[in-house]
């Protein structure tokens, strides 16, 4: 089984306005970390937000929240205001393990285009 | 700010040979990893090192092989490439200390062809 699922391939929003992008996955850990990242198209892998699977508030960083439903394992990325310059591809992550475990997985991606 | 180098953007090898992929990061950071990234599968993790000299396989080891003797440096090997392994290589750094453990920091990849 997929530890991490992102469904959608591509994705297109109006600049300005607010997207989700989904994520799903599966753990029988109770800790674990699931994380955002943007690739641009220059490739350098940057990190945007991260959600402790303790943390009871959903993590924010700027534009950038992540609604977090534990029950559903469901971490879906939620950018704001989408500006021309968050054209890039999005991957989901998810550590198990504690802090030295090296089950770290990531999702297949979503390619995000932001449309002036 | 962290910063993690590779040490080729772009590299063309031929069928056979051998491929040495070097890392290092600047931040004293005990963990450093090595994915390959293929389209439609996203990243894949080949090898984890938590320390010197330590490392553990991740999900595709198979045909690669790791070093790790100095803290700040950490490379794959591709002992006898073939043309399955072109792929983009991701090197990536983590801190078991900091605030936020469980964030990694990415270099900028290297594109490996095969012929």
């Known amino acids: 089984a997929q530890k991490i699922t992102q469904t959608q391939p591509g994705m297109f929003v109006q600049e300005k306005e607010a997207v989700t992008l989904d994520c799903t996955y599966d753990?029988?850990?109770?800790?674990?970390?699931l994380f955002w990242y943007k690739q641009p198209s220059s490739g350098e892998m940057i990190f945007l937000i991260y959600?402790?699977?303790?943390?009871?508030q959903n993590a924010t960083e700027g534009r950038y929240s992540l609604n977090f439903q534990k029950a559903r394992k469901s971490a879906n990325l939620v950018i704001s205001a989408s500006q021309l310059g968050d054209s890039a591809m999005y991957f989901c992550?998810?550590?198990?393990?504690?802090?030295?475990?090296?089950?770290?997985?990531f999702g297949t991606g979503t390619s995000l285009t932001v449309i002036p | 700010d962290v910063k993690v180098t590779q040490s080729s953007r772009y590299l063309v090898k031929r069928t056979g040979e051998k491929v040495f992929l070097e890392c290092v990061q600047d931040?004293?950071?005990?963990?450093m990893f090595w994915y390959r990234q293929d389209p439609g599968l996203g990243l894949r993790l080949i090898y984890f090192?938590?320390?010197?000299?330590?490392?553990e396989k991740g999900d595709i080891p198979e045909g690669y092989s790791v070093s790790r003797e100095k803290k700040e440096r950490f490379s794959l090997i591709l002992e006898s490439a073939s043309t399955n392994q072109t792929s983009m290589y991701l090197c990536?750094?983590?801190?078991?200390?900091?605030?936020?453990?469980?964030?990694?920091?990415f270099g900028p990849g290297t594109r490996l062809t095969v012929t």
């Open positions: 990536a750094s983590s801190s078991r200390d900091s605030v936020r453990p469980y964030e990694q920091y």
């Open positions: 992550a998810m550590r198990e393990g504690g802090w030295t475990g090296n089950q770290f997985y």
């Open positions: 090192s938590y320390d010197v000299k330590m490392k």
């Open positions: 931040m004293d950071h005990e963990n």
């Open positions: 753990t029988s850990d109770q800790s674990y970390g």
């Open positions: 959600q402790g699977s303790y943390d009871e």
